[in-house]
């Protein structure tokens, strides 16, 4: 059974850091890629990340464009996510998720992964 575990999520203050751990279990991902998710109070979840396992190629939205990085550690089945210069409005609970097989998409479709983790909470505070 696949379990994927995030971490480090918590309360910061604009323009701070965080760094976001999501750990998987249960398969070793070799193919597809691994995603995170963000989903603010009353609004649709959105696309932030990805990173594909075999080649490490990176996907990002727009808005976090330079602020943020996406990394992984396939010996530890580990993707991070590095936040820097957080604002307010990217409060929202931030989930990953892992994607099995390989396709030519960005990853950016949520409906596109295989599973998903619980989520971690992050709160930017101003």
């Known amino acids: 059974q696949v379990q994927l575990v995030e971490s480090g999520g918590g309360l910061v203050q604009a323009g701070g850091s965080l760094r976001l751990s999501c750990a998987a279990s249960?398969?070793?991902?070799?193919?597809?890629?691994m995603g995170w998710f963000r989903q603010a109070p009353g609004k649709e979840r959105e696309f932030v990340a990805a990173?594909?396992?075999?080649?490490?190629?990176?996907y990002y939205t727009d808005s976090v464009t330079g602020r943020f990085t996406i990394s992984r550690d396939n010996a530890k089945n580990t993707v991070y996510l590095q936040i820097n210069s957080m604002k307010p409005e990217e409060t929202a609970v931030y989930s990953c998720?892992?994607?099995?097989?390989?396709?030519?998409?960005?990853?950016?479709?949520?409906?596109?992964?295989?599973?998903w983790g619980q989520g971690t909470q992050v709160t930017v505070s101003s």
């Open positions: 998720a892992a994607r099995a097989t390989y396709y030519s998409g960005t990853y950016s479709i949520s409906d596109d992964y295989d599973y």
């Open positions: 249960g398969r070793t991902f070799t193919s597809g890629a």
């Open positions: 990173i594909s396992w075999s080649r490490g190629t990176t």
